[in-house]
């Protein structure tokens, strides 16, 4: 940030996993950084409720593993401020400005960007009028909501399936909605579901609409992916977990992407814009889970150092 004239060796966009592993990195190197939060440190960490696949915990909270991942990264020195950042610039002097809502702008000659993503929504009438009155898009935010309710989980993969065992502690029954006849979702996940009594499979199915009255959701309009045939279901609520955005938008120039407006990443996790980085959920790459948000962290923050090394030799 310019207060006082000061700026940062290193901006870090965000504190779940690999912001906070890439801060305890940078703090380790002895850098000057910053890590900037829209929330509370730990991520979609805070939106999982039991996690059983990050190595040395067999099974942990969600939330334990946010506040043990924030308490390790500060005993290193780790700054996190609360803001949102809106925008991330790089400015004709070399140096990054990094632009909040509440109108700060951090600076540094490298930036990390952990920003992860948004929920991908059905984009159905229905949706956006009772999304807080039956619509979901967090199972451990709004699950004790439902007690006794007949619910919905539209999806087919990890988040889905994971989200759909939660909500059997509170719902007397889940259906997974999906448009295929099989799940993308691990086998052990998948394994699990298809024990659950409380859990019942809608396959190849598409939601058309949510319906309700004027306080909740009463159904689902649902149709038949391979005849075209529609139909009702009824639940009380339904939970949305078709995929997620990467909040990539909030860097301004072209950067390398894929299709799905994921960051591409040499080895050392720089983007096509020079001394800014992208580790965890942004990034362009196979698997987005813990393991591999925090190892991309590790990777982007060593690099920052060795990366600002040469500029000073540059100099």
Request: hydrophobic letters at 40%.
């Given at each position: ?64 593993l946010a506040r043990q991942f924030a308490e390790h990264a500060k005993k290193f020195g780790a700054d996190i401020v609360t803001d949102t950042v809106e925008r991330i ?195 362009s790459q196979l698997t987005r889970q813990i393991t591999t948000a925090v190892g991309d962290a590790t990777t982007a923050a060593i690099a920052v150092e060795k990366y ?8």
């Open positions: 940030m310019t207060e006082n004239g000061s700026t940062y060796d290193l901006v870090i966009v965000g504190a779940g996993p690999a912001g906070l592993c890439a801060a305890l990195y940078a703090g380790r190197g002895m850098l000057k950084a910053i890590t900037i939060e829209r929330g509370p440190p730990g991520g979609e960490l805070l939106n999982t409720d039991l996690i059983e696949d990050y190595i040395g915990f067999e099974s942990i909270k969600g939330w334990e610039r790089k400015a004709p002097d070399g140096l990054f400005d990094v632009v909040t809502a509440r109108e700060r702008v951090f600076r540094a000659p490298a930036v990390i960007l952990t920003a992860g993503g948004t929920p991908v929504k059905l984009g159905v009438p229905g949706e956006k009028e009772y999304a807080g009155k039956g619509v979901s898009y967090c199972a451990v935010c709004d699950g004790a909501f439902f007690k006794g309710e007949v619910l919905a989980v539209v999806g087919g993969g990890d988040a889905a399936v994971e989200e759909a065992d939660y909500l059997t502690r509170y719902a007397s029954k889940v259906y997974i909605v999906h448009r295929r006849d099989q799940l993308r979702a691990s086998k052990i996940l998948q394994e699990r579901a298809f024990a659950n009594p409380k859990i019942e499979m809608v396959w190849n199915k598409r939601v058309l609409e949510i319906v309700g009255d004027s306080r909740t959701v009463k159904h689902l309009a649902l149709e038949e992916t391979t005849t075209g045939a529609r139909s009702q279901l009824a639940v009380g609520g339904v939970f949305v977990f078709i995929g997620f955005k990467p909040n990539t938008g909030i860097v301004e120039g072209h950067v390398k992407h894929d299709a799905g407006g994921y960051f591409i990443t040499d080895e050392r996790m720089m983007t096509s814009i020079p001394g800014l980085f992208a580790a965890g959920d942004v990034r600002l090394a040469a500029l000073r030799q540059d100099d």
